[in-house]
């Protein structure tokens, strides 16, 4: 496992590896695969291993759940990816989201247990929450993995991040997947999760979708 410079923490909850080839970036994939509580992300020969919170995955599940609340009561298709680990070899960059979904191109994965980035789409939506911040730029990463759009939680704050022709995301107030949808409406409902148990945070949250969606400020995806 070839690599340069010697390891090095940068903090209780994250460990940043110099010099680490793709080859060896594969072997530390392995070597985690049942360690669910750490995510590994990787960027030409940058190594970053860091554990997860349960601060981190409450908001992760919470945002998770309000994704599948709009796509049922917005009567959309959806394929969950969780925290598949996507990778691109030309690219050197991989990592793990903390969900994802397919839902424009939830036809094209679905019965698949297999995703190639070569020949399958990247998922349309990723939710990364920024608790523990990362080292690495991973909304880099994302651009490089063509994910469209990317819902990130940092600071109490929820924001949307979609994908431009340059490869670059932009942050926007209106989400792509759910158009209608402000990410400051988001925010509002996760700042909740403090005060208000998750099932009625969830309860609370549909009927809102529901009443935006017969109002018609919601609104299903142009196809």
Known sequence: MPMGKTAKLAEPERLVIYGVDWTGYLRFLRAFRDRRGYRLTYD?????IMNVTFGHERYAYLLGRMVVVLTE?????????????????????????????????????RGKERIDLRT???????????VTRSSLNRLGIYATLNVPEVWRY????????????????????????FPGLAAAEITRFVGSLHLTEENTLIRE??????????????TQPTP
């Open 205 to 218: 949250f549909r009927d809102w979708v529901r009443q935006q969606f017969a109002a018609g400020v919601l």
């Open 44 to 48: 030409r020969g940058v190594l970053e």
């Open 154 to 177: 940092r600071d109490g704050m929820v924001s949307f991040h979609v994908l431009a022709v340059n490869q670059k995301y932009v942050q926007q107030p209106i989400s792509l997947s």
């Open 73 to 109: 009561e917005l009567l959309l298709p959806i394929a969950s990816g969780g925290s598949t680990t996507f990778k691109r070899r030309k690219k050197q960059r991989g990592l793990e989201p903390d969900n994802c979904y397919w839902i424009t191109n939830e036809h094209r994965v």
């Open 120 to 130: 399958d789409p990247a998922p349309d939506l990723a939710i990364e929450v920024d």
